[in-house]
């Protein structure tokens, strides 16, 4: 007999390469995403890229300018005065002013034309520190309607510093009259009040946007933000001169460059050196054109930036 060899044995099978997902993708694209972008469908809520924002923003800029406007009236519209008060709010606190830094604290002495001087100064004042002030709430305060609505966000703070624009618009009419009354005669200077707002303008939205964003995410904000302001404000020189505090006192070089460079008090000075025949230009520091043009742009358009970049957190949480 013939002995039998056995078959060999059969080879164990070989181990289950993993599954290449990249390729899979690849070769099957995804036909609803395919589909979207063929529609130019985004993400809901997600961020568009800066030139798109811009271009966004300026199809509502109709609604920026009428949603403004419906704010300025209805903000007296239950008092008596209606909207004499936004003549009158700047006055009383000029005739506050006045009474304690003019006639206790002497802070006139020195100052020629005092009351003109402190008059332009609680309006100019009056702008900056409201528009910082009332956008800290401005995306907050409408969670409503930018959770059920879609539009740039950036329309809430802007059109906060439209509606106190178009205050100030009507306080500088005001102003002009109180002035004349106050013995200043109209000069070429007068016409810089146009360029000094444009920029004073452009500074406030920025702040407004970089406000709004920080209020956006720690509402406790607005709270802390009248105390601020108020530091501010006595730093800026409204009821005194900087001009003539640094010639008397010997303050550090550090403390003298920071009131110089007070963004509120370069917009003050200007305002005053356009409207106040005493106002000369030896009062304002070095190139200080340049001060507010570079306050303006900086700030300008790194705030729009700023809010800009957290776009499509406003609403949510």
């Known amino acids: 007999m013939t002995a039998t060899t056995a078959p060999p044995p059969a080879p164990a099978p070989a181990p289950a390469q993993p599954r290449d997902r990249t390729k899979d993708k690849d070769k099957a694209p995804d036909p609803i995403a ?3 972008a063929a529609h130019d469908l985004t993400l809901s809520g997600a961020r568009p890229t800066l030139p798109r924002y811009i271009a966004q923003l300026w199809g509502r800029r109709h609604f920026v300018t009428a949603y403004a406007t419906a704010r300025m009236h209805a903000q007296y519209s239950e008092a008596s005065l209606g909207q004499v008060w936004h003549l009158v709010t700047p006055l009383l606190n000029a005739a506050v002013y006045y009474f304690i830094f003019g006639m206790v604290m002497h802070a006139s002495h020195n100052v020629p034309d005092y009351l003109p001087f402190l008059i ?4 100019v004042w009056d702008f900056i520190g ?3 002030n009332a956008s800290t709430r401005a ?4 969670l409503g309607l930018v959770r059920a609505l879609h539009f740039p966000r950036a329309s809430l703070p802007l059109s ?3 509606q106190l624009f178009q205050q100030l618009l009507v306080t500088m009419g005001a102003l002009i009259i109180l002035l004349l009354v106050f013995g200043q005669t109209p000069t070429a200077n007068w016409l810089l009040v146009l360029p000094t707002l444009l920029l004073m303008a452009s500074f406030c939205a920025g702040c407004a ?3 709004a964003r920080i209020g956006a995410k720690s509402p406790d904000v607005s709270q802390l933000m009248p105390f601020v302001l108020r530091t501010w404000m006595y730093a800026s020189g409204v009821m005194w001169s900087i001009d003539q505090m640094l010639r008397t006192d010997h303050l550090p070089d550090w403390v003298s460059a920071a009131l110089k460079l007070n963004p509120a008090a370069v917009f003050i000075d200007l305002m005053r050196f356009a409207l106040i025949d005493s106002y000369k230009a030896s009062q304002l520091p070095d190139h200080v054109w340049l001060i507010a043009l570079g306050w303006a742009l900086i700030v300008g358009v790194g705030g729009f930036v ?3 970049k957290a776009e499509e957190e406003y609403g949510r949480g």
């Open 160 to 162: 906060t510093v439209v």
């Open 120 to 123: 332009t100064g609680v309006f």
């Open 34 to 36: 395919e589909l979207a």
């Open 306 to 308: 700023f809010f800009w």
């Open 139 to 142: 995306v907050q305060s409408n």
């Open 209 to 211: 946007m970089i406000m």
């Open 130 to 132: 409201s528009c910082i």
